[in-house]
């Protein structure tokens, strides 16, 4: 794989009405100082993420190739994974936080052997996105939507800068499961008690994101096990704990 350092391109993500709403919440890295445990974080390696692009091919039919945009990325281990594809031209990892881009995102390309030459790391805000329209083959993203002031927002630019027939993928969502419904307000007040006000929708809602996007949703259960516990998460998914794919494609010819 190429050793060649990706390129970052300075730029001024938007910061319209969308990026800092009073009272709601933007990622960790906007509400608080970082902290040496953060930055440790931002570039941690988990090993599930090179399982994500095999499974979206292989279970989802979904073929990377061409331009591909990242919104949200972080430390854009989503976009060193995609570089890595054979027919995948160009990646552009965006993020409202240009030290993500700077700082933590090389050290996990470098982690994942990620082909730099593909890739330019740009700040931008996903609410309000500099591209011009029908520009992208792919849109991704990883734990987004949910962190995001406007998710109706988000989708429509990114069908905007998509081309017919493109699609956008995102995956790592966090979905209310079934069961386990007192879980959920332990687990939100432990997220209040640290200054983080996280959102968490459930798949019906998800779906009508899109619906209202206008954006044609195809919605995958990610199962990355193998063996027995494979069978168990195809059981449990979606029950005890949810994990899903959704892909949208913009409805036109490529």
């Known amino acids: 794989m190429s050793s060649t350092e990706s390129r970052y391109i300075e730029s001024k993500a938007s910061a319209g009405r969308y990026s800092l709403p009073s009272g709601l919440h933007i990622a960790r890295r906007h509400v608080r100082p970082s902290t040496a445990q953060d930055e440790e974080e931002d570039c941690r390696v988990e090993p599930d993420f090179s399982k994500f692009v095999p499974f979206l091919k292989r279970k989802c039919g979904v073929e990377f190739r ?15 994974e995609l570089s890595k594809q054979p027919k995948v031209v160009e990646v552009i990892a965006t993020d409202f ?11 996990v390309f470098k982690a994942l052997r990620a082909n730099g030459a593909k890739i330019t790391r ?13 520009h992208f083959d792919f849109v991704v ?3 987004v939507l949910h962190d995001t002031a406007n998710v109706v927002q988000v989708l429509r630019e990114v069908k905007r800068v998509l081309k017919p027939g493109g699609q956008f993928v995102a995956v790592r969502e966090p979905v209310w ?7 959920r307000k332990k687990m939100l007040e432990k997220l209040l008690a640290t200054g983080i ?7 019906a809602q998800y779906k009508e994101f899109f619906r209202q996007a206008a954006l044609p949703l195809k919605v995958k259960r990610v199962n990355l096990s193998r063996g027995f516990k494979y069978y168990v998460n195809e059981v449990v998914n979606g029950l005890t704990h949810a994990r899903y794919a959704f892909i949208g494609s913009k409805p036109g010819k490529r």
């Open 141 to 143: 993203s990883s734990a």
């Open 122 to 134: 740009t700040p931008a805000d996903c609410h309000k996105l500099d591209f011009p329209n029908n």
């Open 197 to 203: 006000n996280e959102r968490f929708y459930t798949l």
């Open 97 to 107: 936080s240009p030290k993500l881009l700077k700082d933590a995102a090389p050290k």
């Open 177 to 183: 499961p079934l069961m386990r419904i007192k879980s």
């Open 66 to 80: 061409g331009r591909i945009l990242e919104i949200g990325a972080g430390a854009a281990w989503l976009s060193a």
